[in-house]
């Protein structure tokens, strides 16, 4: 063969595995801090079902788990004698909606972790662990492995067994998920995140599980506790992210996680960010009011308030479907809005406002005042639309009726499509939309 064409097929190749490259939208787009966030039975996911569920039913179904995390929510806010809790130890909690890349390991073991910004702790499914999937991160490849023993303050935060009198041993625990549990060991590996490196990092090595509920590549926290990704990358982030969402609808692609200062947006209206000593994960904000159309809905200040013993306010949450308010607050809102849609209602899964298609043109946005920031939601983010298409659906819900709940819970269906921004060392919460379908 000659120089010529030996070239030429060099050439062919490259076209060839750039434009493949290109054409894929579940290539990895990551640049420096900002990560791809991909809906967790989205088309991109290794998680998504091969049956072809339309999304509307695939939201419904993801909907059905928010009672579970609700509860979980409600548990860990009501607990007053607890002074630090930054592990959902013994609560069960449903499984989050978004997953990102990340690499655990050098060289870096790739794995699909669960995002939950209600949680501080990371875990992974380790070698030889029991009931897990076949995936799992192998210690014993990683050149920055370590393992972690009792006496390490970390060990107190995850409820781990204390240290006997003869000396040291593995930093163990148990926990609960969603009806599953599992037991781990405490160790540290550099976390790799786009092109970050976070040496040491702190997690749950899951050496067993049991129930099916467990991420099956492990889970990010993304809290504010001791134990969550900001704590433990310290300077790098200075204690900022955000995220975009993208709309259910857009299967295919993924949001965006910016983690750090750098790249956020500068002119974004905020909103003061709450601090629970008793729940320190969590993110609560002021909700002051909701307005439906043009009326200020009546609420009494008590459902709204943030009160740090009873744990009773409200937060922002990537782990739930579906928007959730305490009893009489929904109430409130569902009568005003259906006053103003009129025609005739019917429930589908957990909503109970649904409506003829046509009627829509009559709904009204719904604004949830937020100290400083007034939000009104478009149409994408209040409404979903059956399978078949001929029902619009308010898509909020009250607190369900097992969970004893005085939280408000605004959650990811709500927050499609706006740029949602942490800045944990100013205490405050900002929101702008953003098209990030
Ligand atoms: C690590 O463990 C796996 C699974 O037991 C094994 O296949 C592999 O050979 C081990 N690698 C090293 C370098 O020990
Ligand atoms: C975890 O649970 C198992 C089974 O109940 C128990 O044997 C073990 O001691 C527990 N470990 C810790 C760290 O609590
Ligand atoms: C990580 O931990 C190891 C072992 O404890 C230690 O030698 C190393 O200095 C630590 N690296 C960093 C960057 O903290
Ligand atoms: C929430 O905002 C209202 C109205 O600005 C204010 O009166 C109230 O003190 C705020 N609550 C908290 C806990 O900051």
Redesign the pocket.
């Known amino acids: 063969m000659d120089v010529k064409f030996i070239t030429t097929l060099i050439l062919l190749y490259l076209i060839y595995l750039t434009t493949t490259t290109a054409l894929d939208p579940c290539a990895s787009q990551t640049d420096g801090s900002d990560l791809n966030m991909i809906p967790i039975y989205g088309k991109c996911s290794p998680f998504s079902s091969p049956n072809t569920d339309s999304w509307a039913n695939t939201l419904i179904n993801m909907a059905s788990k928010d009672p579970a995390r609700l509860k979980y929510l409600s548990t860990l806010v009501g607990q007053k004698t607890v002074t630090s809790a930054p592990i959902a130890s013994g609560q069960a909690f449903n499984i989050g909606n978004y997953i990102v890349r990340v690499k655990i390991g050098t060289p870096g073991q790739l794995l699909f972790m669960v995002l939950d910004t209600s949680t501080d702790e990371a875990f992974a499914p380790c070698l030889g662990c029991q009931g897990c999937a076949a995936t799992t991160f192998l210690p014993n490849v990683s050149s920055s492995y ?1 393992s972690l023993d009792c006496s390490v303050p970390q060990c107190g935060q995850v409820h781990g067994l204390p240290c006997l009198a003869e000396g040291t041993s593995p930093c163990s625990f148990n926990q609960s998920y969603a009806g599953s549990s599992f037991s781990a060991t405490l160790v ?1 590996d550099s976390l790799r995140l786009a092109t970050d490196v976070i ?2 990092y702190s997690f749950g090595c899951v050496n067993a599980i049991s129930g099916g509920s467990v991420p099956a590549q492990g889970l990010l926290g993304l809290g504010r506790g001791p134990l969550s990704l900001l704590s433990q990358s310290g300077a790098l982030y200075s204690g900022v992210f955000s995220y975009c969402l993208p709309s259910f609808k857009s299967y295919y692609f993924s949001g965006s996680l910016k983690l750090g200062p750098v790249g956020q947006p500068k002119n974004i209206r905020t909103t003061p960010l709450l601090r629970n000593p008793h729940r320190p994960s969590l993110y609560y904000v002021n909700l002051t009011g909701i307005s439906v159309g043009h009326v200020l809905v009546p609420i009494p200040t008590e459902y709204l308030a943030f009160d740090s013993t009873t744990g009773s306010g409200t937060v922002i949450d990537s782990g739930t479907v579906i928007t959730r308010f305490v009893e009489p607050i929904y109430n409130v809102v569902r009568d005003e809005f259906r006053k103003q849609v009129s025609g005739s209602f019917s429930s589908l899964g957990a909503f109970d406002t649904c409506f003829v298609k046509s009627y829509e043109t009559l709904a009204p946005p719904v604004t949830l005042h937020f100290q400083g920031l007034d939000l009104t939601l478009p149409l994408e983010n209040s409404l979903i639309h059956s399978s078949s298409g001929s029902l619009a659906c308010l898509a909020m819900a009250a607190a369900p009726n097992n969970v004893n709940s005085v939280l408000n819970v605004i959650a990811n269906l709500q927050q499609q499509n706006l740029r949602i921004l942490f800045d944990t060392v100013n205490n405050k919460v900002g929101i702008a939309r953003e098209l990030c379908n």
Do not use: A, T, V
């Open positions: 370590g540290q040496p040491n």
